[in-house]
């Protein structure tokens, strides 16, 4: 019994013969080679070339070719694994002197030589005239972060035209925020305010479910007096209790003929 092993083998009893055509015939040396528990890796390495390029999956340090595919290196992804957000000119730690240099320059300073980029050509840089740099109408970008002493960060953006690869984009201009983001202070006045409220209304709910209990316990102790005042045997006009203030005695002589 013969099956096809991913259409680029024979395999007889479970096991696949690369060398061979489905039907169980020899391959021509001119045919494509596979290897493989399924015949199903091509032997070739050139569909993990990219076109104009001669390595493979762009170099052994961007990814491997592993069964006709890419695998790239975790800094890396694509058919070729040549896209690397943090590679060529979008590495955002080869601008820092630049953006610390335009962003406190406070007399004049050009700042040639911080502004360049790894070729040595001069890099426009400048900052926003609002507080934000419009990205909407920037284009293409990337935004980095410079922290600073007081715990800001000086938000500038890599405008850049893509031409392919990531080592092939061509850098524009640096665009800077003119505002540097820093975390929010607490607002104390609105966290006291806050906390009283807090406590009021805990208090005024505590209150409210007191009086709702007492209510309900008036209303059990004058149900059970009713039905006890029912229940009583004696009359309940007169207390068993009373006795007259005054007192009557019969004279046996009284009346009588003398």
Request: charged residues 25%.
């Amino acid at each position: 019994v013969s099956t096809q092993s991913t259409g680029n083998g024979y395999c007889f009893c479970g096991v696949c013969d690369c060398s061979k055509t489905p039907d169980g015939t020899t391959k021509d040396p001119k045919d494509p080679k596979f290897t493989g528990d399924d015949c199903g890796c091509p032997v070739s390495t050139e569909t993990c070339i990219a076109p104009g390029k001669k390595e493979e999956c762009s170099g052994p340090a961007n990814g491997k070719c592993v069964c006709g595919e890419c695998e790239c290196a975790p800094d890396h992804f694509g058919q070729f694994c040549d896209i690397c957000p943090d590679c060529g000119p979008l590495n955002c730690t080869l601008y820092t002197d630049c953006v610390n240099c335009v962003y406190s320059n406070t007399e004049g300073e050009t700042c040639l030589e911080e502004c360049k980029d790894t070729e040595g050509n001069k890099i426009t840089t400048m900052l926003s005239t609002d507080e934000r740099v419009d990205t909407s109408k920037l284009g293409r970008h990337k935004q980095c972060s410079l922290p600073t002493d007081n715990d800001c960060d000086i938000i500038f953006y890599l405008h850049y035209e893509d031409k392919g690869t990531s080592i092939q984009r061509e850098l524009q201009q640096i665009l800077i925020d003119r505002v540097p983001d820093c975390p929010t202070e607490p607002d104390i006045i609105a966290i006291v305010a806050g906390v009283i409220g807090g406590i009021l209304g805990i208090g005024i709910l505590l209150l409210i479910l007191w009086r709702i209990f007492a209510t309900v316990m008036d209303k059990r102790e004058y149900k059970k007096f009713l039905e006890e005042r029912s229940k009583a045997k004696w009359n309940t006009g007169l207390s068993p209790l009373y006795k007259a203030p005054t007192t009557k005695y019969s004279n046996p002589v009284y009346s009588k003929v003398i």
